[in-house]
Nanobody, 124 residues
């Protein structure tokens, strides 16, 4: 059974940083392509970042590039998303997900497994 468990969310002030984590079990982690998505209050879920199975492979939603950085630890089977210079507009529930193909991770309809999400609230 595949499980994805996010953690690291919280309430912070604008300008602060958070490090989200996603622990993955039930599949061959080193082969897994991991996506991060978020859902802001009253909005559709949107793509944030993709971290591929190959070391160093990643891409981001264009508007978030430079503030958000993904990484993975294949030994601990965990993926991280570093959120820097947070803004109130970054408030939402952040989800990690597993997809079959790295290049299509940004499309939520291609996702096979979802985590339950972790809440991020950024106050102004």
């Amino acid at each position: 059974q595949v499980q994805l468990v996010e953690s690291g969310g919280g309430l912070v002030q604008a300008g602060a940083s958070l490090r989200l984590s996603c622990e993955v079990s039930g599949l061959t982690f080193s082969n897994a392509h991991i996506g991060w998505f978020r859902r802001a209050p009253g909005k559709e879920r949107e793509f944030v970042a993709a971290i591929g199975s190959r070391p160093g492979s990643s891409y981001y939603e264009e508007s978030l590039k430079g503030r958000f950085t993904g990484s993975r630890d294949n030994v601990k089977k965990v993926v991280h998303l570093q959120l820097d210079s947070l803004e109130p507009e970054d408030t939402g529930v952040y989800y990690c997900a597993v997809g079959d193909k790295f290049n299509t991770l940004m499309f939520s309809e291609t996702i096979r497994y979802w985590g339950q999400g972790t809440q991020v609230i950024v106050s102004s």
